[in-house]
């Protein structure tokens, strides 16, 4: 507790709620569109800029953009659980997950790794099975109206499930398909802002557990901090669907650009 010089005294509550109050507000949109800079600089700088003759002198510039990408992949990781909160459709939603896999592939291979490459799936594998167990726990969720026997059952089938993505050679793998059901575990136990950060923390965990250059996503806290929950844009499909579509079309570019390396 602080004395103040009138003698009123504040609480670390108080303070908290002023430097809150002075931060940015900002929207699911918003996030998603972050997610997407930050995972398109990433690629760029692994698909692109590590593979062209200025790779050497342009090293600090490749680290530089793959340190920003660190943030992206836990943003999407918090948005799918949200998603899978607020969502009216499941099924669509699941659906356009699933097209995006289905789309993305092939790009996938050529632009990060020049050929396709059957050893690697691309981080649409890893949200749509991370997705579908979501969408499992959280029936037996809403059954049985108890958070921890859904848990018990969710990580029962997520452990089946990160060992096919480690098969399939997805993106993040395991540690992907953990971390997805560990952020809505936590969201879900954990009410309010407070569990929003907590989840996004226990991501990162997670993710640094794979390989600790994950721990820069630690910046990502901020970003949840300044979320307000909202979804954003009236125009919230067209925009959305514009979003869904970038991850295939962002690829493909970069996998043509690749071509005149």
């Known amino acids: 507790m602080i004395v103040r010089e009138n003698n009123k005294c504040i609480t670390h509550k108080d303070i908290f709620t002023t430097f809150m109050s002075h931060l940015p507000s900002i929207d699911a949109m918003t996030l998603k569109l972050i997610a997407i800079i930050t995972m398109t600089l990433d690629h760029i700088a692994f698909g692109y800029l590590s593979n062209s003759e200025y790779a050497q002198s342009l090293d600090w510039l490749i680290s530089l953009m793959r ?14 659980t949200e998603g899978i909160i607020f969502t009216r459709n499941s099924k669509k939603y699941l659906g356009r997950l699933v097209l995006g896999m289905i789309l993305s592939e092939i790009p996938f291979d050529l632009a990060l790794y020049g050929s396709i490459d059957y050893r690697h799936c691309s981080v649409m594998v890893t949200l749509v099975l991370g997705y579908v167990i979501l969408l499992i726990t959280r029936r037996v969720q809403i059954k049985t109206k108890n958070i921890h ?42 009410p309010g802002k407070t569990g929003q950060l907590f989840g996004m923390l226990t991501i990162v965990l997670v993710l640094a557990l794979m390989n600790p250059i994950e721990k820069y996503a630690l910046l990502d806290l901020l970003l949840i901090l300044m979320y307000n929950g909202h979804k954003g844009t009236k125009k919230k499909s067209r925009v959305e669907g514009l979003m869904n579509s970038y991850y295939p079309i962002h690829l493909s570019a970069i996998a043509l650009a690749r071509l005149f390396l």
Do not use: H, N, T
């Not at 340190?67 to 799918?80: E, H, N, S, T, W």
């Not at 029962?156 to 997805?170: F, N, P, T």
């Open 67 to 80: 340190l920003v990408g660190r943030l992206a992949f836990p943003l999407y990781i918090f948005m799918l």
């Open 149 to 190: 026997v859904a848990m018990v059952g969710g990580s029962i089938l997520a452990a089946g499930v990160a060992y096919i993505a480690q098969i399939l050679g997805a993106d993040y793998g395991a540690y992907g398909i953990m971390a997805i059901l560990a952020c809505y575990a936590v969201k879900e136990m954990v």
